[in-house]
């Protein structure tokens, strides 16, 4: 079995029906093994307004998919809520967001894929949820673990997020919107 872990952002259109529908589509690609809550964050690293995005983390089983076959389902799922790929990688308002944080400890770099995510240690809106889900996952490269990450950040970085949504009601709103 390889584990991975997938950070969804949306800060564009309904975010919350955003991240309930990228849920359903990873839940029929991979079985989950994990969500965290929503939470709702302050634009981080980027130029200029934007609006406040909702961001939350997946752990799952990634059974026989290598790592460049599940960012291809993820860029699939991007896609089907309207993210435009030319704006791929510019930091610009999105529907939906979704990276592969980790595959299980491989460490991967290709045009395409570097694994683990090469930003993911110092973002807030990846470490907070993450506690969530898997506070003691390590990066492959250094060993710590995203606990120790979090505590690492300065404390105007970890107070921009808030509990916006609980990991139940993501779920209940995903099974309602695929009609269970
Ligand atoms: N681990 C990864 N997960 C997702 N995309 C990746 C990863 N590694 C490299 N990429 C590449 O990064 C490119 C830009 O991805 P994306 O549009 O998600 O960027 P972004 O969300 O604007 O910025 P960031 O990658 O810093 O979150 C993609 O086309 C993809 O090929
Ligand atoms: N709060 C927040 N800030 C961001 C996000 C995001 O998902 N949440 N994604 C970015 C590019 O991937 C850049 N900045």
Redesign the pocket.
């Known amino acids: 079995m390889a584990h991975l872990w997938i950070a969804l952002?949306s800060n564009l259109g309904v975010r919350i029906r955003n991240l309930a529908y990228a849920v359903n589509a990873l839940r029929e690609e991979f079985v989950l093994l994990g969500i965290s809550s929503v939470y709702e964050?302050?634009?981080?690293?980027?130029e200029g307004p934007q609006p406040p995005?909702l961001?939350a983390v997946l752990h799952a089983d990634a059974g026989d998919l290598a790592p460049e076959e599940v960012l291809e389902r993820l860029e699939r799922i991007e896609g089907a809520l309207g993210r435009d790929p030319a704006e791929k990688g510019k930091?610009l308002p999105r529907p939906l967001?979704a990276?592969l944080l980790l595959y299980g400890d491989v460490v991967w770099r290709s045009s395409r894929l570097v694994l683990p995510h090469p930003r993911m240690w110092e973002r807030p809106?990846v470490l907070r949820p993450l506690l969530d889900v898997s506070p003691d996952v390590r990066d492959p490269l250094s060993g710590e673990t995203a606990l120790s990450f979090w505590e690492r950040l300065r404390e105007v970085d970890r107070g921009g997020i808030r509990r916006w949504f609980s990991a139940e009601d993501l779920l209940r709103l995903a099974d309602l919107l695929r009609g269970n």
């Open positions: 952002g964050t302050e634009p981080w690293g980027v995005y961001n930091f967001d990276d809106f």
